[in-house]
């Protein structure tokens, strides 16, 4: 994770925040070459306010990669799907030599250019995620929704990275180092604290209410939910529930049960709500 440039970072006020890279760059104290890099969309959210939408001069030493460069700079390569250097669209193995221009552009917000190489992995049809120890309640509502989400509240980073790696999952944490690991292919830096604003934000990234299954994942577990007969179950419902609902479910792993009573409706209504105006 720890990039071998030799780095030095500074912001440049004299560039609007509407800055178009002009390759306008000035060596200075003997450093070999100089880029001037440009973060676009929310790639804008990894840095403090002052250098929000304000491109950075980074000092480095021939050779450099340029997703080393960037990672150094806080900017986790999950959360980038084009760079352009000196006009030309690369690939994270791409090495800097002399003066550049460096674009960063996130997923979905790109420039208009006739050839770009994406770098993000496209979104599975049927995705699963894996989520830190920060996110426990987004984990249910994910679940809630149908999507497959690992959680443990005692996971450690590497166990998470080797898990995303070995499932091909994606990684939801509100730690960016996680993202910087060599071995994460796909992952998302979860910016609010809210848990309502937070599964806001990972639908909308990966596209998940046009993929939503609602109600086939245990929200306890992660286990899969069967239709079950009511005369399954029978002995382990209370009166009111055999004698008002018909439709059940069970978690083929832990067991517990499902039915559509007025908690299912406020979970359909919460859900219909999540996935409002995204198209």
């Known amino acids: 994770m720890v990039s071998n440039c030799w780095l030095m970072a500074s912001y440049l006020p004299e560039f609007s925040a509407n800055f178009a890279p002009s390759c306008i760059l000035t060596l200075e104290g003997g450093m070999k070459s100089r880029a001037i890099i440009s973060f676009f969309g929310s790639l804008n959210d990894f840095f403090p306010q002052n250098r929000k939408n304000s491109p950075q001069s980074v000092a480095f030493e021939d050779g450099c990669g340029v997703k080393d460069l960037i990672e150094s700079l806080g900017v986790p390569h999950t959360g980038i799907d084009v760079l352009i250097v000196n006009g030309t669209s690369v690939d994270f193995g791409f090495r800097l030599n002399g003066q550049s221009c460096i674009e960063v552009y996130p997923c979905f917000s790109v420039p208009q250019k006739d050839t770009l190489l994406h770098l993000q992995p496209p979104v599975p049809e049927n995705p699963s ?3 830190d120890v920060h996110l426990g309640k987004l984990t ?5 929704m149908g999507f497959d989400s690992l959680y443990r509240n ?3 980073d590497k166990e998470i990275v080797e898990i995303a790696h070995d499932q091909n999952r994606i990684i939801l ?4 180092g996680i993202l910087k690991y060599r071995l994460v292919s796909s992952g998302y830096w979860v910016r609010s604290t809210d848990t309502g604003i937070q599964i806001k934000e990972v639908t909308a990234r990966f596209r998940l209410c046009s993929r939503k299954k609602p109600f086939t994942i245990c929200m306890e ?3 899969k939910l069967k239709p079950v007969q009511k005369q399954e179950i029978e002995s382990l419902l209370e009166e009111n529930t055999v004698k008002y609902f018909t439709k059940f479910a069970k978690c083929c792993n832990c067991g517990k049960i499902y039915w559509e009573g007025s908690h299912y409706l406020k979970l359909r209504d919460r859900i219909e709500n999540i996935c409002a105006g995204e198209r």
């Open 140 to 144: 249910h509502l994910l679940r809630m």
């Open 129 to 131: 995620f894996i989520l």
């Open 173 to 176: 944490t509100r730690d960016k």
């Open 154 to 156: 005692n996971f450690g």
């Open 221 to 223: 577990c992660n286990g």
